[in-house]
């Protein structure tokens, strides 16, 4: 018995690929699943422990409900849904732009909006601050230009949006970039042929056809503003608590690493859930025409 | 009021540049209603860039297109009574058979019940199961997306019905089926029919009336049986398929040489305006071995290679002095009595020759 398993292995370990995959996977499995399971066993562990061998516990989770974190929890629900719909609208023209009409400029406004990306998020927010600030670069101009003072822009929830369509709008633009240029331009001359006016070709054709970038873009934006912290905090100051500055706290301020591993867990899952419906509800495969 | 004698189509000089190259030159047409009017050109011979005129999506650089008397130069596609069958058949992925072919009418907010009744109608005449309604164009085989194109083309109740290709992917037999189906659907739906092909030989099954089109220009009009006998020129002649043609020039009443060498034929033509030219001869016309012993053309070779076309059988005959092998056809079932490498005479009776001009 023994034998004949030990063959089974040595025979699925000289697969094809099996070998040339190993290396990757055993980098994965310490890299990316071994933290989160154990962010996932802190989750269950009594409050501010630091230690996994204490009898697990659901504490973390009933304190989590009872308390009042849905607020954290649904700004950043709100903060997720409102740039995913802003970033839509903003990228959709630049977007059909790049993919249909501006042929050999595509290259240079995907390079202006790449660029940004090389510099650090915090800086690149440091640099807004500057501008909105009372006195800041925007105010200030407004007072000499116009002897308008128009201050209190900085550290409020308009602030906060401004900064995050700002940092996540190349996760947006360029899924989207691909999705439009997936659609064949025989089909809208066709739809136009039978009577479609613009508005309706852009319904009834360009927008279901390029729903596969328009979802990964949606998708890729709503989860890194759910995750994200800096622009909350940088921009926001006071203004708002969005979950992943809870998150933040419980493990360094209040050095409470399993309420923090449970406040994790949840959003994770939260995210996944909404993911998972996603995928249901839109049919990538029909979408695409493979089915 | 339009006219009954005014032409259904009319196009004035209709010309496409394109910077310096002239993809459409000066093309003008009539088309009356009801008819199956065919394009004919080899690829880059203009009649793709005519239909996109015609169809709305690009414009003409010069000229005057009018339906039913109205110009419609700078009316777009969507606002023409007009509609075309694609190349690629433009099917929309994301719709089922049943939401392709209503497309038109849900544009125009034609209720449900009525757009469903019509797509019923459609799929039946173009026997088009109608359990397909649900079903994805995706799924749908070659013939079948062929009629979803053609129903969706026809739930607009266009005033001309334009065609771009839409059979050239298939397979032989399918494109044949489908010719006559085409044909037979133009006739039920007493619809204009224009279509547009690089093969004659699908023109000929379908059409009322044939232009050929080169360069551009359109090199001849006519019904099928026109082009057939009376090809205008070298170019007409040569596209319907493999002929031989001979280089002539005039050498007495009703004689013609070959152009550099001794070899005199005889025609019935009327060569009183004739110098030079080309003689074309179809395979099928010419006689080989024994029957061709009494004929009045006849000329020696050596039959060296033969193919069988199906219903009939290719000869290949060299002649010492010409570069191009001569063609003869015969019917499978009474081929030629000779050995391939035999000398062997071929002929032709010379009512049977068409004289072109170059």
């Known amino acids: 018995m023994a034998k004949t398993s030990q063959s089974n292995m040595s025979s699925w370990l000289k697969q094809p690929g099996v070998l040339a995959a190993l290396p990757a996977s055993l980098f994965l499995l310490i890299g990316f699943a071994g933290p989160l399971l154990l962010v996932v066993a802190y989750s269950f562990m009594p409050s501010k422990t630091f230690t996994l061998l204490q009898a697990p516990t659901i504490e973390n989770y009933s304190s989590i409900i009872s308390d009042s974190y849905y607020i954290s929890f649904f700004w950043s629900l709100a903060m997720a849904l409102t740039t995913v719909v802003l970033l839509f609208i903003i990228c959709y023209p630049i977007a059909y732009g790049m993919a249909k009409l501006f042929n050999k400029w595509a290259n240079l406004v995907t390079a202006l909006i790449a660029v940004p990306i090389l510099i650090s998020e915090n800086i690149r927010l440091f640099g807004w601050v500057l501008i909105l600030l009372k006195n800041g670069v925007f105010d200030g101009s407004m007072q000499s230009l116009f002897g308008l003072s128009i201050s209190g822009l900085l550290f409020t929830v308009p602030a906060i949006t401004l900064g995050l369509v700002y940092v996540y709008l190349p996760f947006m633009l360029f899924p989207l970039v691909i999705g439009i240029s997936m659609v064949p331009e025989t089909l809208k001359e066709a739809a136009s042929d039978l009577g479609a006016t613009r508005w309706q070709i852009f319904r009834e054709i360009e927008l279901p056809l390029s729903m596969p970038g328009l979802m990964i873009g949606g998708i890729l934006t709503f989860v890194l503003v759910l995750g994200s912290l800096a622009e909350a905090k940088i921009l926001g100051g006071q203004a708002i608590v969005m979950i992943a500055d809870d998150i933040e706290s419980a493990f360094t301020f209040a050095q409470n690493w399993p309420k923090g591993s449970a406040l994790s867990v949840l959003l994770i899952a939260l995210s996944g859930i909404i993911v998972f419906l996603l995928f249901r509800r839109v049919d990538l495969d029909r979408v695409i025409g493979r089915r | ?358």
């Open chain 2, 1 to 358: 009021m339009v006219e009954l004698s005014e032409p259904f189509l009319e196009l004035n000089g209709i010309t496409k540049r394109f910077g310096n190259f002239v993809a459409v030159d000066d093309v003008n047409l009539e088309i009356t209603e009801g008819e199956f009017f065919t394009l004919v050109g080899p690829s880059g011979s203009g009649k793709t860039t005519m239909i996109r005129m015609l169809v709305g999506m690009d414009a003409p650089s010069d000229g005057e297109m009018r339906l039913q008397g109205r110009v419609m130069n700078d009316l777009p596609a969507n606002k023409r009574p007009t509609c075309m069958v694609f190349q690629s058949l433009a099917l929309f992925p994301h719709k089922s058979v049943g939401e392709n072919i209503e497309f038109s009418m849900k544009i125009t907010g034609k209720d449900k019940v009525k757009r469903r009744a019509r797509v019923d109608q459609l799929m039946e005449q173009l026997r088009l199961p109608l359990s397909y309604y649900e079903k994805s164009v995706t799924q749908c085989s070659g013939g079948e997306r062929q009629r979803i194109a053609l129903a969706r083309a026809l739930a607009f109740d266009p005033q001309i019905l334009f065609f771009d290709e839409p059979l050239s992917a298939l397979d032989f037999r399918l494109r044949k089926a489908l010719e006559k189906e085409l044909k037979d659907i133009h006739r039920e739906t007493g619809k204009t029919f224009v279509y547009i092909t690089h093969s004659l030989e699908e023109a000929m099954v379908m059409s009322d009336r044939i232009a050929i089109m080169r360069e551009g220009r359109i090199v001849q009009i006519g019904t099928p049986h026109e082009i057939y006998n009376n090809p205008k020129n070298k170019f007409v002649a040569q596209f319907m398929g493999e002929v031989n043609t001979l280089s002539v020039e005039k050498a007495g009443e009703n004689t013609l040489r070959v152009t550099g060498f001794d070899d005199i034929f005889t025609v019935t033509d009327d060569l009183s305006d004739f110098t030079t030219g080309f003689l074309i001869i179809r395979p099928e016309v010419m006689k080989i071995g024994r029957s061709a012993a009494d004929m009045k053309n006849k000329i020696k070779g050596i039959a060296f290679n033969d193919y069988a076309l199906g219903s009939r059988v290719q000869y290949q005959i060299r002649i010492e002095h010409f570069d191009e092998p001569w063609l003869v056809e015969r019917l499978q079932d009474e081929p030629y009595e000779g050995q391939r490498g035999d000398t062997v005479d071929i002929g032709w009776r010379p009512e049977d020759s068409i004289l072109v001009s170059n």
